[in-house]
């Protein structure tokens, strides 16, 4: 994941907003993502947003892509207790290559 | 629906030993990817199955080898286990179709001691 950052650490009042960033490096990168890991678990993908988009929004959660920066961020409204986890950001960069290169990682900690 | 099952859930084994992991992808998935996740870190590629054929190789040694089934199902095998391959080995399948929704199994936690 050396090609995709992301802070170590969030932590985020219950009921506020979180926004994790993180950057990439490859502008040919095709789709990207954000996934969730709960303890012990494997990921679940949240959601995800192709490279000629901007934003997209589903329920509380946001991803605004930045493609000038190569800067990613998730939104999530409304932060709950369920929402302590590690968040993923990973990019696609070969059309038709499944391979994802993911970040380190971002621990969102909620403080009740 | 299933989604992606991957046997067995943990596993200890000794330096230099053989070790199978197994994925079952999503029902009418037919590609399946394998990625090492290292504690503390993000997953890293190992390999793309689709339709039986490698697809895609990540940065991993002779060591690792994987095989796609008829089914679609698949085999990630590692040989002479060394301390470093303790991991979170994680499969994730995906719809042709729909290629850009990878969805991952729970994991296979594996120990080297």
């Known amino acids: 994941g050396e090609d995709v950052e992301q802070s170590l650490f969030l932590s985020v009042r219950e009921g506020d907003s979180s926004v994790i960033n993180c950057t990439y490096t490859?502008?040919?990168?095709?789709?990207l993502y954000w996934y969730k890991q709960e303890p012990g678990a494997g990921l679940q993908l949240l959601t995800y947003?192709?490279?000629?988009?901007d934003m997209k929004q589903d329920q509380r959660l946001t991803v605004l892509l930045n493609k000038k920066d190569k800067h990613l961020s998730l939104r999530i409204a409304d932060t709950q207790t369920g929402d302590s986890a590690i968040y993923f950001c990973?990019?696609?960069?070969?059309?038709?290559?499944?391979?994802?290169?993911f970040g380190t990682g971002t621990r969102l900690t909620i403080i009740p | 629906d299933a989604g992606v099952t991957q046997s067995p859930t943990h596993l200890i084994k000794t330096r230099g030993q053989h070790v199978t992991l197994r994925c079952s992808p999503i029902?009418?998935?037919?590609?399946v990817s394998w990625y090492q996740q290292v504690l503390g870190q993000g997953p890293q590629f190992i390999f793309q199955?689709?339709?039986?054929?490698?697809?895609g190789r990540g940065n991993f040694p002779d060591r690792f080898s994987a095989r796609q089934f008829p089914n679609y199902s698949s085999e990630l095998n590692v040989n002479a286990l060394l301390l470093g391959d303790s991991a979170l080995y994680l499969c994730?399948?995906?719809?042709?179709?729909?290629?850009?929704?990878?969805?991952f199994g729970p994991g296979t936690r594996l120990t080297v001691t």
């Open positions: 947003i192709f490279s000629n988009m």
């Open positions: 994730a399948s995906s719809d042709w179709a729909l290629f850009y929704e990878q969805y």
């Open positions: 990973a990019e696609r960069r070969d059309f038709g290559n499944e391979k994802l290169t």
């Open positions: 029902s009418g998935h037919k590609s």
């Open positions: 490859d502008s040919s990168s095709t789709y």
């Open positions: 199955y689709y339709e039986k054929e490698e697809r």
